[in-house]
């Protein structure tokens, strides 16, 4: 079992974000995994019963994009809006700001994400998402997306856990299928590779291209 690797701030809560369609939620089990990880970590009450009552009382007529958080004493809350339509291809650009590696809440999808909203709000036009880079100049996250670079022989590759980043949901179906190689990856990495695509859960895989 995992010990608490950092302080959390009071009032924060845990999230998981996901699409709801009539036919279901995909990866589901994936993302009750991560939520009971990150609550044992972090020393937070998880309920399985009721967040999996809370999750079975999702319903409608349109997909939806839902928004689950879990507090400290184990409350859940889930808040939805229309699932937006699939983007095709963003733009994205180095972000100004580099993540410290050994920031332990990276490695949990928290409320605490005020550094990473400031940076969207401030996203130039025609610019869909910022990556970071770590201490080390090593590849990390995007401000709501895991990295995936096909290199030039094919392989596929996404930045390990130890360079900073968030363990995402949809990063973790690649990794469970094969799909994709965990490696410590630098923006010469980026720069170089075939084809890079930022995912996450709610959008799966989206076509990027570098902006500077």
Not at 11 to 33: C, D, K, M, S, V
Not at 51 to 69: K, Q, S, Y
Not at 71 to 96: M, Y
Request: net charge negative; glycine share 8%; aromatic share 4%.
């Amino acid at each position: 079992m995992e010990s608490t690797v950092c302080t959390v701030p009071a009032g924060t809560r845990l999230i998981e974000t996901f699409a709801w369609r009539p036919e279901g939620i995909a990866r589901l089990e994936l993302h009750l995994a991560r939520l009971k990880r990150s609550a044992r970590a972090l020393g937070f009450v998880f309920d399985r019963v009721r967040v999996a009552e809370a999750v079975e009382a999702l319903g409608g007529d349109v997909p939806l994009r839902c928004r689950l958080t879990l507090g400290a004493a184990g409350d859940v809350e889930i808040a939805t809006a229309v699932l937006p339509a699939a983007a095709i291809q963003w733009t994205v650009r180095i972000a100004p700001e580099r993540l410290r590696s050994d920031d332990g809440l990276l490695r949990h999808k928290t409320t605490r994400r005020e550094a990473y909203d400031q940076l969207r709000a401030e996203l130039p036009e025609g610019v869909q998402e910022w990556l970071f880079l770590n201490e080390r100049g090593e590849l990390c996250e995007g401000t709501i997306t895991n990295v995936v670079l096909t290199m030039a022989d094919g392989v596929r590759l996404t930045p390990a856990l130890s360079s900073g980043c968030l363990p995402g949901v949809y990063r973790q179906s690649l990794l469970d299928a094969g799909l994709v190689q965990e490696a410590a990856l630098t923006e010469v990495d980026l720069r170089q590779a075939k084809s890079v695509h930022v995912t996450n859960a709610l959008r799966g895989e989206i076509l990027a291209v570098c902006d500077g």
